[in-house]
């Protein structure tokens, strides 16, 4: 904050730990591995909730700090990469099972949004390969196809009142963000829904 780097080895030590965690995501998602619920699989990443989340954060810091992480290790930046496409680029290119994406038909929620707004801002800032870079953000398009389709038009939540941060919020997130990455080229802010 203060621009001095005062706070740079407490922010790596973080990040750091973050990496070494086991599962990023609640201890109550660990039924949607392969494995059943219980302990979870290192071997199979998911994309759940917290996980993106984590994403996110990592991603956001990795954007702003990353040549500042480089002058102390080149180690900080590889495992920060290392880390997103292990968790989260592989397993959204290779997977259309997970239940919030909405292509194998069924109940999508909330979940849909919050989720590809965070996948979406892993592959902005970590995809170099410009084929899996379109191709991941048209699937996200697709997938929050789905949403809004199911979406009402009064802009409410069957979770609740207070979950609108992460309904309408997170869609009109990652639509903002999908429209600057297009340089404005694909505008969506301009439907009914999304003036109420």
């Known amino acids: 904050m203060d ?11 973080g990040l750091w730990a973050l990496c070494e965690t086991t599962y990023w995501g609640l201890s109550a998602t660990t039924d949607l591995q392969r494995c059943g619920p219980g302990l979870p699989d290192i071997k199979e990443s998911i994309i759940e909730l917290r996980v993106g989340e984590v994403a996110n954060l990592l991603s956001w810091t990795y954007y702003f700090f990353h040549s500042e992480f480089d002058k102390r290790s080149k180690r900080i930046n590889e495992r920060i990469e290392y880390e997103i496409n292990r968790r989260i680029l592989e397993p959204y290119y290779s997977r259309n099972n997970f239940w919030w994406i909405g292509f194998n038909g069924g ?24 084929v899996k870079r379109q191709d991941g953000i048209l699937k996200t398009m697709s997938s929050v196809d789905y949403f809004i389709n199911y979406y009402k038009k009064d802009g ?41």
């Open 107 to 130: 109940f999508v929620n909330n979940r849909n949004p919050w989720c590809n707004y965070n996948v979406l801002t892993a592959i902005v800032l970590f995809e170099n390969d410009p």
């Open 3 to 13: 621009g001095r780097g005062k706070y740079f080895n407490q922010i790596i030590n």
């Open 156 to 196: 409410a939540c069957e979770e609740g009142v207070t979950y609108w941060k992460h309904t309408g919020g997170k869609l009109y997130e990652y639509l903002l963000l999908l429209q600057a990455i297009s340089k404005k080229k694909l505008i969506f802010l301009i439907s009914p829904l999304s003036k109420t």
